[in-house]
């Protein structure tokens, strides 16, 4: 059973600073992963969608990573904005056409502080 | 584009009593539909999968009896929670595929309350 796992589950930092959220799978063979924002008592914003056959992918100040063979994905924030606080989720599809539902990690939880 | 809604966004209920939750795509038609369901501090977890026209399929755990799915157009599902009790108390979001394609856009969820 696929296990998806986010490190840190927390971070707060001063504004202005490059992050890096991790994400971690247990099962190599995805079809597709997707990093999400959620604002507290929301839905999901679909942030970035990284297909299985691509090693990246880039909007705005984000950038997510994809090294399927190592079960891991990052998602990187330039220049962190108090606007970016919320919590990120990362989430892999398993079959092709997306036929499956998405399993999801806890998320981290990011605060930037102004 | 790609945009679904939920309806209702928040409902408060008594113990015993059913739910219903709607799920529309509104600009595209979505041949499956993914029903997620979100306990406090915790990550999304599927409940079942729907598809248009057949029974969803459910998740080890979810009783089928509890959660009634339908999804009887190609932009509506719906999830009725029977006899809801405390414990149901969540927040469910549903999302969606369009036909060949792979990417699933997401409501904005429904905050269930039971008291």
């Known amino acids: 059973k696929q296990e998806v796992t986010q490190i840190p589950a927390a971070l707060s930092v001063p504004e202005g600073e490059n992050l890096v959220l991790n994400c971690s799978f247990t099962?190599?063979?995805?079809?597709?992963l997707q990093w999400f924002r959620q604002d507290p008592g929301k839905g999901l914003t679909s942030l970035l969608l990284?297909?299985?056959?691509?090693r990246e992918q880039t909007s705005g100040r984000l950038n997510a990573s994809l090294d399927k063979s190592s079960g891991r994905s990052t998602l990187y924030i330039a220049a962190s904005q108090p606007g970016d606080s919320a919590t990120y989720l990362c989430a892999v599809g398993q079959r092709g056409g997306g036929a499956d539902g998405l399993t999801f990690g806890k998320g981290t939880h990011l605060i930037i502080q102004p | 584009g790609a945009v679904v809604s939920q309806h209702p966004s928040r409902v408060i209920c008594k113990s015993g009593t059913s739910v219903k939750i709607e799920c529309r795509s509104l600009d595209f038609q979505a041949t499956t539909m993914f029903w997620y369901r979100q306990f406090p501090k915790q990550s999304l977890m599927l409940m079942a999968t729907s598809n248009e026209g057949s029974k969803a399929t459910y998740e080890q755990g979810v009783e089928k009896d509890k959660f009634l799915i339908n999804h009887a157009s190609l932009t509506l599902s719906t999830l009725t929670v029977t006899s809801a009790h405390p414990e149901d108390s969540s927040f469910y979001i549903c999302s969606a595929i369009a036909g060949g394609r792979f990417e699933q856009f997401f409501g904005p969820g429904t905050r269930l309350t039971v008291l």
């Open positions: 099962d190599s063979a995805i079809y597709n």
């Open positions: 990284i297909q299985s056959s691509q």
